[in-house]
Nanobody, 115 residues
Framework: QVQLVESGGGLVQPGGSLRLSCAAS????????MAWWRQAPGKERELVASIGWNGYSRVYADSVKGRFTASRDNAKNTVYLQMNSLKPEDTAVYYC????????WGQGTQVTVSS
């Protein structure tokens, strides 16, 4: 069973940037579409971005389009999310998973955008 470990979150001021990483073990990811989700307090988990197995076919939620970029390094079994021009409404716990998602989720990484 694949294990996913997200990292790179933190506290950042509005307009700042963060780069999230998602490292997988237990299964190679290079045949899967991968995706990033986020869950804000009191809200349901929402899909933020997805990226095809070969790094193409990237799809973004309207709320992050033009600001976030998903990428992957299949040799490292790792997926990334570059987040620029962050806004307070981006505050959430961010998770990665396959798309569609498997049953196993990582612990996520907290992103807080605040001045």
């Amino acid at each position: 069973q694949v294990q996913l470990v997200e990292s790179g979150g933190g506290l950042v001021q509005p307009g700042g940037s963060l780069r999230l990483s998602c490292a997988a073990s237990g299964r190679t990811l290079n045949i899967y579409t991968m995706a990033w989700w986020r869950q804000a307090p009191g809200k349901e988990r929402e899909l933020v971005a997805s990226i095809g197995w070969n790094g193409y076919s990237r799809v973004y939620a309207d709320s992050v389009k033009g600001r976030f970029t998903a990428s992957r390094d299949n040799a490292k079994n790792t997926v990334y999310l570059q987040m620029n021009s962050l806004k307070p409404e981006d505050t959430a716990v961010y998770y990665c998973n396959t798309y569609p998602p498997g049953d196993s989720w990582g612990q996520g990484t907290q992103v807080t955008v605040s001045s």
